[in-house]
C-alpha cells in the first residue's frame, strides 16, 4: 500500500489507523489522515466488512412503499444511518406476513447487521423463523406481539392516541360519535378504538351513541375512508374518528359529495399528521404520530442490539393537533 510506505508504517498501522483506532497515536493518525486524502484513497467497503464481522448495511421492511407515513419514519431511519455511515436495504412486503417474513430471509441471505420491519403482521408462530435468523431486529408499530430474544419493538401509545381524539371531540359537546376503522392493522385499529371508546363511556357517552365501520382489505385506506363516508348513515352522530388520515382524507372527500359540510354537520378526526394533513379542506385535526422519532429510536434500538447491548422496547407518546375539520356539536348527519 502506497500509505504504507509513504508514512513508513505497516498496512496493519494504516488500516487500524483508517478506523479511528485508538490504540495508534493521535499523531500517526492524523499523519495517515492527511496522506490518504492526499492520494485519494477510497476505503474497500467489503474489505472493512469482512475484517470487522459487519457489513454496515440496514435491512428495512415496509408494509407499502406508496405509503406517506411511512416514508416519514425511514427519513427517520436514514438519518441515524447517515450519522453512522450505514446503507440501507428497503423492502416492500404488504400486509402480508409470508411476504414480511420472505424479506427479511432474503435480507438476512444479504448478511445486513440488522433489520427494522414496519407495520410487521408477524406473529407468535413465526418466533421460530426469527430465532433461526438470529439477526436484531426492531418492530415499529408491529400489529402482533410475540417475544423474541433477538427482537425489540417501538410503538406509538395507540391507546392513548384513541383518548385524545375522545377528550377533544367531547370538549366540543359531541353526543353521537363514530369510528372508522382499518381492518388491515388488527393491533393498533383494536387499540385506537378501544381508547377512544373507552375515554367516552367514562364522560357518560351510551353505548347505542357509538357507530364502527370498516372496509374490506383490499381497498385502499383513501378509498375506504371515501367508501365510508358516502354510505354512513347514522342519524344524528356529528364527529367521527378515522384510524388514519388517509381514511380521514377520503371521508372529507366522501362527505363534501354527499353535500355534508365538514365541520358544520359533521367533525372529523385523523390519527398520524401527514403532511398533507394541514393542507386538505378544511385541514385536519389528528392525532400526530412523532414519525421521524420512531424511525430514529428504531435504530437507536437496533443499535443498542447489534452492539450486544441489553435493551428495552419502547412506547412513544402521540399528541392532539387541532385543526379546521373539528368544531363544536352543530347539527350532525340526518339531525
Known sequence: MDIARRADVSHTTVS???????RISSPVRMRIAALAQEMGYVPNAIARSLQQQQTRTIGVVVSDMADPFWGEV?????????????????????????HQLGAMMRLYQRRVDGIIVVDSQLGPEDAKNLEALDTPTVFINSQRVFESATSRTVNIDNYAGGALAAHHLLSLSHQKYAYFGSPKRPDSNRQRSIGFVDTLLAHGIHTSWIHRAEFPTDVADIDGGYAMATTFDEPGVSAVFCYNDAIALGALAGFRARGIAVPHKI???????????????????TVAQPKELLGQTAMHTLGALIDGLAVADVI????????????????????
Not at 267 to 282: E, K, Q
Not at 317 to 325: E, F, L
Open 16 to 22: 487500524r489507523a483508517l478506523q479511528g483506532n485508538l
Open 74 to 98: 425511514v427519513k427517520g431511519i436514514d438519518i441515524v444511518c447517515d450519522s453512522n455511515n450505514q446503507s440501507l436495504l428497503l423492502h416492500a412486503a404488504a400486509h402480508n406476513a409470508t
Open 267 to 285: 367533525s372529523v378526526v385523523g390519527f398520524d399528521d401527514l403532511a398533507i394533513a394541514r393542507y386538505s379542506w378544511p385541514p385536519l385535526s
Open 316 to 335: 412513544l407518546a402521540p399528541t392532539m393537533v387541532v385543526r379546521d375539520s373539528t368544531s363544536a356539536r352543530l347539527k350532525g348527519i340526518r339531525s
